[in-house]
């Protein structure tokens, strides 16, 4: 059972998609730049990062999108599985009412 929304309602949709979206990516960027900042830069003796580091906010950037990716991916699975579920579910109680 597929719900058609009307064009007014499908754009207002997709706006507050691209919005939400928006606003999740830029909090995962404030939280990389806190979380690296926090792990790698230790000394203010210059306006300049170290090369050390410059290296360790590059591989700490590097996790913490490694880490996001597969926790969105495990996500994405896991709604799936939810999804199948409910259509199995409502599948199962149509063909006990008929």
């Excluded at 507050?16 to 960027?29: A, G, I, W, Y």
Aim: aromatic share 4%; hydrophobic share 35%; with cysteine.
């Amino acid at each position: 059972m597929d719900i058609q929304l009307e064009p007014h309602l499908q754009a207002k949709l997709q706006q507050n998609v691209v919005h939400s979206t928006l606003k999740q990516n830029l909090e995962l960027v404030s939280k990389l730049a806190d979380e690296c900042f926090q792990e790698c830069v230790h000394q203010f003796n210059s306006k300049n990062l170290s090369k050390d580091e410059s290296k360790c906010i590059s591989h700490c950037a590097d996790r913490f999108i490694a880490t996001s990716q597969r926790v969105g991916l495990k996500f994405q699975q896991i709604q799936h599985e939810v999804v199948l579920k409910e259509k199995t579910k409502a599948n199962a109680n149509a063909s006990a009412r008929r």
